[in-house]
């Protein structure tokens, strides 16, 4: 029998003759995995493995003259191929084997109307057509021969039977004059639209604009200047005539996405890359007035482990006003930001009435990992984990522009990226968080509004709900309890790739890799995170927002008409405050002891309830509507305890649960400097310690000491 010409690598056929173990051998069939060999010196047939057949060292196919057939050589491929091309590829290569041969690769029958020796190769086209076409796919027997003669000048190649050419984007026309054409088509993106014939006549302006040089040249004008209609078939072939066509709304979410490829956020350790955004919460809430407000939340999510590091619920109210002297209004602030970033450097505490299941105890984190490295852990933690932020995506807001914010990620050791205007790809996973937030909490919360006006349900208003500082509650909850422990599709494990994991389950095999050293911040660091303020120190002390806060300190007596010396503040003192905890501020002494000094509200004692920041601001403009003066505090202080004492009338029927106190933020869990041991160093040596002579009782000194027989007896 003679050999084949040519093989190729890996496939052997019945019938070849091949060497194996230094003797020469015949395949006479194939037994599932196993090749079944007859040596042409022996009678007794032997079956080899058919991987361990052609793997050995001296596997060769052999020719008629008892010669090595040369492997085939495959066709250079230019362009890899893609997942679906190689899949494809298989699948043609199974039937180009079938017409070649009459059998399936690995059968050893062969089907009816594909017998070798009952069939011709033009009816195994003719049967192969037809069976395609049951199956939906229109093949003729003239292309079905094309493609075998194809695949068999490729050396039985089946990635010859889909090779495509790459079409280039606008054919034969200048790439200058298509990116021309794609720059004055997206420059209507948010624009009226407007017709072909305007888009014709402005890249005909721009090319003369640009390349005003190379139009002296007959040739380069005869490429960059195009005819009307070739013109309109390559905005036809481009899809530029369509995206023209589609209405603004569309063109507008078109132009914000980038270009592809796109590059997504990758993070190999908790905290390489954290995305921070903010979305409305779409649940009504009861504000600081038991008035029905709206709600913000502000979260951050870690790129490498899905997890949410901390997650920050803010009131949303209009103010009143012209839009740039609004009073009352607020809605996610720099500080809100800034208490955001505190609270990913500290456990979430776990609260008694949450379920034990948002336990960390009761979750996949390494908990035994972690109490070993932060003593924080040993308290009733949340099962979210502590993961320090390294760089932070976020977008071009007005809260995430001020220099506050900056200043605190400079001093956290955090680098800023910012996301690209109108540009939602560019933090991924944060638009998928909201839509995850939406389906498996707002709408389970009592003042869903559904995800658009037309979905909102009646009466909303005046149904039951939340006060902010509940709703903030609910959603810490919710992350400890489902976020953090539901499994993620996107999350995968290289040791168990098909096994999906949970952002805790993720976090605990990242951690033997990377490890973790807690990041607590400081007493000196909580007071950096507060708003600044620069004051002049006077002996009625320093003004901040319109308040006056003094001190006993004699620090603070010693910087009464005295000069920091910081000429970018004209020479002030800094002071920082929290808004949401107003009646303390911080005076830091650039002089003497280089200290902070805590100052406070001189009408402090006044005001015995909780009060914010926007509470003063509301209790200031009705002073000053009532004809008051702004600098009174006195009076702003008397508006703000009326204000207060609205709230503790109770609410009316239908705002059962209005709050009783205002939303005042989040605490930052800042660790103070240890006390010191009042022992540490010294050394007592118990032998030598002499006992101190006891002292007769009160009232017993005349008393008869128990007798020698009353001891026995009770013994």
Known sequence: MSGPSAFTPGEVRLGDRVVWQGAAHQVVAFQDAAAVLLAEVALTPVVVLYTALVSATDFAVLDADNAPVAPASLPAVDVPPSKAQ????????????????????????????????????????????????????????????????????????????????????????????????????????????????????????????????????????????????????????????????????????????????????HALRPGQVVQIDTSPLKVKALGDDAEVISAELTSAIDVATRSNCAVMVVPVVTGEGSPGKRIGGRATRAFDLVLLLAQCFAPLAWRPHWDPLALAANSALPLDDLRDADERFARAVAARPVIHPRTVIIDQGSPYLSEHFEYVCAMLGITIEYARKDTPTDKPLKERFFRTLGSRFSQHVMGWTGTGFAHRGLGIEKGPLYPINTLQDLAEQWVALDYQQRRHKGLRSPFTPGLTLSPNEMYAHLLPMTGYRPRVITAEEARKLLIPAWVKITDKGITIENRTYQSRDWRMRLLIEQCSGISEHNDRFEARYNPYHPEVAYLFDHLYSVEWIEVEFIHRRLLDDKWTQDLWERATATVVDNGGRKDDQLAIVNAVRSLRRSLRRGPGKAQRTAPKIPFQGLEVAAELEPALDPYAGVSIDVDGVTAYPSLPLAGRENERPPAADDLEARE
């Open 86 to 265: 190689r899949k494809e590829a298989t699948r043609w290569h199974r039937h180009m084997v079938e017409l070649d041969t009459g059998l399936l690769p690995g059968s050893r029958t062969a089907r009816p109307g594909y017998e070798p020796e009952a069939t011709t190769l033009a009816q195994r086209y003719a049967c192969k057509s037809r069976e395609l076409a049951a199956a939906g796919i229109e093949v003729s027997a003239k292309t079905l021969e094309s493609m075998r003669l194809k695949w068999k000048r490729a050396g039985e190649n089946p990635l010859a039977l889909v090779e495509r050419r790459p079409r280039e984007v606008g054919h034969r026309t200048d790439p200058r004059v298509i990116e021309i054409m794609r720059e004055v088509v997206l420059g209507h993106s948010r624009g009226s639209g407007v017709d072909i014939q305007a888009i014709w006549e402005e890249v005909l302006d721009a090319v003369q604009d640009r390349y005003a040089q190379q139009l002296d040249d007959p040739q380069e004008a005869q490429r960059l200047l195009l005819k009307r209609a070739t013109f309109y078939r390559r905005m036809q072939d481009t899809g530029l005539a369509e995206y023209l066509a589609a209405p603004t709304r569309r063109r507008a979410q078109q132009a914000s996405k980038p270009f592809p490829p796109y590059r997504p956020s």
